[in-house]
């Protein structure tokens, strides 16, 4: 009886510790919901306050700009996304010279600091983005820094700050970086991009350290090459490694041919892999040097898809050579004289 009695009694309490514990969980949800709802009001409140104000500094409203300075500290955060939330879109230079302006104006440089030391990972990319979206070369080592954040989207926000910036000081940092999957391929591409042939040096000698990686910086090269890149590209045709030579291929399409790199690249119409044969094609596009490139390519124009439909449009390119090429293939009742058709009806219908 009482053994049975203190089974009943432990039930009891556990159910009852169940309950407490339930209840307090859902208080707890209750507060932080409430808690979230009453800063989302907050921050509107703000926002409505702040908007017309913010477009009135960046319209060079002295009193506006005035207001912006004497702003509380509590709504400095949303004045600062306010300011720099439109750069993201729009980079105007006056838009952010002016908003520059402001940000120094209105003391609002502590506060960048501050983001970028936030242990909430929202506050650290937007500081990042304040950082090189006003180009502000002072905080060009936090940016860098920014690139080894724990969380990916501040890593993402430091390369779009990268693009932003425009500040060749911190180009090596990027560009050692290339091979980094913890960044966003894309974006690495887009800052990179936004350097231009600034980059190229950087890239050249990087690759002739770094064989390993050879395919990774001709991908990059078909981005911001030049022909300054063209002997480096020349000799990678003939690595051994099959997606060196593709990419070579690709990037010699984008820096342009010479003599010398056309032969090889009608020499990589003889790959036996599809994939160079059609890089090789593609880099031949508007060729109109001396050599037999457009009788080459119409040989190919019955080749594995990727290879005939490279090969077809690049003679498309190459004025009358290429298309007396194509015609002499319009006869054929196989995939080579419908690719040839199409390209000649592509170009009449021009």
């Known amino acids: 009886m009482t053994e049975s009695f203190a089974t009943g009694r432990a039930a009891d309490e556990l159910l009852i510790l169940g309950l407490v514990l339930a209840v307090t969980m859902f208080a707890a949800v209750v507060v932080e919901r409430a808690i979230v709802a009453a800063n989302v009001i907050r921050h509107r409140r703000i926002e409505q306050r702040y908007a017309p104000i913010v477009v009135g500094a960046l319209a060079g409203d002295v009193g506006a700009e005035r207001v912006l300075a004497a702003s509380p500290s509590r709504c400095r955060y949303v004045i600062a996304t306010l300011l720099i939330a439109p750069l993201i879109e729009d980079r105007n230079p006056k838009r952010i010279a002016r908003t520059r302006a402001i940000v120094e104006a209105t003391s609002l440089l502590p506060l960048v600091d501050r983001l970028l030391r936030s242990r909430f990972w929202w506050r650290r990319a937007l500081g990042v983005r304040v950082a090189g979206g006003l180009q502000i070369k002072s905080h060009a080592a936090a940016i860098v820094a920014a690139l080894d954040d724990p969380h990916a989207e501040v890593r993402g926000a430091a390369l779009d700050a990268i693009a932003d910036s425009h500040d060749p000081a911190l180009l090596p940092a990027l560009v050692v970086r290339l091979q980094d999957a913890s960044l966003h391929r894309g974006r690495r591409a887009a800052a990179i991009a936004a350097f231009g042939p600034e980059s190229e040096p950087f890239l050249l000698d990087l690759a002739a350290a770094d064989a390993a990686h050879r395919a990774s910086y001709a991908l990059i090269l078909t981005i911001c090459g030049t022909a300054r890149a063209r002997p480096a590209l020349c000799e990678w045709t003939a690595d051994p490694r099959v997606e060196v030579r593709t990419a070579a291929f690709e990037a010699l399409a984008h820096v342009g041919l010479d003599e010398a790199s056309a032969r090889?690249?009608?020499?990589?119409?003889?790959?036996?892999?599809?994939?160079?044969?059609?890089?090789?094609?593609?880099?031949?596009?508007?060729?109109?040097?001396?050599?037999?490139?457009?009788?080459?390519?119409?040989?190919?124009?019955?080749?594995?898809?990727?290879?005939?439909?490279?090969?077809?449009?690049?003679?498309?390119t190459m004025r009358e050579p290429g298309l007396a090429a194509l015609r002499a293939s319009a006869a054929r009742t196989d995939l080579a004289g419908t690719l040839a058709r199409q390209m000649l009806w592509e170009v009449s219908a021009q």
């Open 264 to 316: 090889l690249a009608v020499d990589g119409l003889h790959s036996g892999d599809a994939g160079v044969r059609a890089a090789a094609a593609f880099a031949l596009h508007d060729w109109s040097g001396p050599g037999d490139a457009p009788q080459q390519l119409a040989r190919h124009l019955d080749d594995a898809w990727a290879v005939a439909i490279r090969a077809a449009h690049t003679l498309q």
